[in-house]
């Protein structure tokens, strides 16, 4: 199994970035998976999630109506769009896979991480 992240930087408040994470190794699409983040001296935070079959998301609710969760199953890949970036959205952001279907806000849910793309917002 394979999570590679992409797609993190440097951005100064109020913009945008998506993220990637493209996944190998088991069938993508029979699995829910999440976006975890990890900002320095503090506990790793599921920002968002999504069900295998794309039918339902989860965001934490300092990032509603700013990140956008989506999944490509053709493409075994999960992306982040994440847009009017504060400060406070960074973190070392990585992508995990579930042990089912459906996705749960329980970290020891997740089996498999991977090693992250970290997201920079300031000015």
């Known amino acids: 199994e394979r999570l590679v992240e992409s797609g993190g930087g440097l951005v100064q408040p109020g913009g945008s970035l998506r993220l990637s994470c493209a996944a190998s190794?088991?069938?993508?699409?029979?699995?829910?998976m999440g976006w975890f983040r990890r900002a320095p001296g503090k506990a790793s935070e599921l920002v968002a999630a999504?069900?295998?079959?794309?039918?339902?998301?989860y965001y934490t609710d300092s990032v509603k109506g700013r990140f956008t969760i989506a999944r490509d199953n053709a493409l075994n890949t999960l992306y982040l769009e994440m847009n009017n970036l504060k400060p406070e959205d960074t973190a070392l952001y990585s992508c995990?896979?579930?042990?089912?279907?459906?996705?749960?806000?329980?970290?020891?849910?997740?089996?498999?991480w991977g090693q992250g793309t970290q997201v920079t917002v300031t000015s």
């Open positions: 999504i069900n295998s079959d794309d039918d339902r998301t």
């Open positions: 995990a896979k579930s042990q089912g279907p459906l996705f749960s806000l329980a970290p020891h849910s997740y089996g498999y």
């Open positions: 190794g088991f069938n993508f699409n029979l699995y829910a």
